[in-house]
């Protein structure tokens, strides 16, 4: 009964097998359990046959790049019920594979058979269908009801491989346990011939002939279609705003910021001077002493700062400063006016802070009371002492600034225009290629009034020292080189507030704006923001002025009695502030009517607009 039994067995795992084969699986997936417990007690060992197959099995597990879990050993033992176990398992990644295999368990046992189809997609997508078929009798009933069951179990087998047909595959995916179900699927966009049928053009573009390839740039439009595009308006716009529209707003801008700061400077010498006489003049009339106000308070003290200045920088030998700079070999003449020219500009920038911090200082002292008088007088003297020192060291640094200037120019090896070719080349590099706001550009065209001025003052040295030592005809040569200064740093003024603007999208009109602003400033209206009001102390380049013109005047002064000698330097003194004054006046007045004459223009065009 035990032979008949294994013998069973082992007849429905060829028949299994058998059908399996037919279905078109894999049969390297099949795995039979070798754990018999009837063929280990009647010790049947398999054949040669037999186990030449199951090697040659294992060789083709062992090439497959699927895992596949074993299925559990079958019960040693057999139930209360008396039936046999019969289980057969194909299965991968738990139960998961492609579309078009199949998972199958068939239990038999206990007068029944239960045969579990299950099919599984590749997204661990499927469905199981499980039947149930009643088996009369045992296994142990004869082969006869084994080849029955068999025949059933094929039955249900061909069933639900029919009825997996309408799956469509898809894509894989992660599975429970980690592993992926890697499928080569040959893509249509890798087909190269059939890319290649689909676009023939792409053929003959890679196959085409030098001389066809020419032709066709030759009539394919523009030349420069593959690095250029095509402008827009505002494009075209932007580039006639570069060009035309901007240069010359921007240079009214720093022309008028430029008289501006030239009538500051007439103020020192002419108007300031005169206050402060009249108030000790009425002091001497009158003789009582009045508490000064707050602007007689800043004109003693800007009084005070230049008279400093002038003694200070009388007492300084230029020529041994003149043959420094021009004898030293280290550095060249171009680098040391750079040094100078930026220090210079610091000074000027925190020179401003300094004087208001004085003006304040007075204003305090004129209003104050009595019991906070010593405080506010202590505090006056203290800012004075530091406007005073602040003061001579700007006035040092812009006459040594302008005796290199003059050594450039005198010299005979091209060092002015060397000079020029690196200072403003190098202004365009640290400023053209930066990102700027609308604000920082306003300050940059103030600072570029101020540093006009200053190139004016140095111009000025320039000239009062040829009068003193110039030998021959020296005044066609000076109108050139201070010519060609003017120009150059007219042009590169241009060119860098024309590209600044570009870069950082700024429209002319912006300029008009910063002029106008300008205009209110010199009709003393207040705007919203005083910080952007043009800032320029000119104490300093008085200072420098006044130091290279007292030798001029000194050298035509009689050598006669010092009463007729003191006589000429008053009717000097007094010619030059009649033509000073002049002047303040003249550009004093036709800076007022300007003013007048563009703020109430731009406040017609804003009247238009709304």
Known sequence: MALRSSGSRKLSFEILSKNKYLEGGDPSLIYQSNSDPFQSQNGCNPSRHNRKKKKHKKRKDSTTDLPI?????????????????????????????????VNRISYVGGGSVVVLDESVCQNVCGFGELRQRNVNGVVASGGDDMETVAARADESVVEVSSSKEPFPPVAPQSMANGNVVNTLETSESLDWKRVMAEDPDYLYTVDKSPLKYFLDEMHNGNSLRNTTTLGSEKERERVYDTIFRLPWRCEVLISVGFFICFDSFLSLLTIMPTRVLITFWRLLTTRQFKWPSAAELCDFGCFLVLACGVIVLGRTDISLIYHMIRGQGTIKLYVVYNVWEIFDKLCQRFGGDVLETLFNSAEGLANCSQENMAFWIRRFVSDQALTMAFSILHSFILL?????????????????????????????????????????????????????????????????????????????????????????????????????????????????????????????????????????VPLAPACVVIRVLTPVYAAHLPCSPLAWRFFWILVLISMTYIMLTSLKVMIGMGLQKHATWYVSRCRKRKHHLD
């Open 69 to 101: 879990i074993a299925e559990d050993l079958v019960e040693k033992q057999r139930g209360s019920s008396g039936g046999s176990v019969l289980a057969e398992s194909k299965s991968e990644n738990y139960g998961s594979r492609d579309n078009g295999n």
């Open 400 to 536: 040594a600034q302008a005796i290199t200037l003059s050594t450039c120019i005198v010299a005979h090896n091209n060092a002015l225009f060397a000079l020029l070719v690196s200072n403003n080349f190098a202004e365009i590099k640290s400023n053209v290629f930066k990102r700027f706001s609308r604000d920082n550009i306003h300050s940059l065209a103030y600072s570029d009034s101020v540093e006009r001025f200053h190139i004016s003052a140095c111009l000025l040295f320039v000239l009062a020292q040829n009068i003193l030592e110039a030998e021959g005809p020296w005044f066609e040569s000076f109108l050139f080189n201070a010519f060609v200064v003017f120009v150059c740093e007219m042009l590169i003024d241009i060119i860098k507030h024309s590209f600044l603007a570009k870069f950082n999208d700024i429209k002319p009109i912006a300029y008009s704006e910063f002029l106008e602003d300008l205009c209110k400033q010199t009709l003393n209206i207040q705007t919203e923001d005083c910080k952007k009001n043009l800032t320029f």
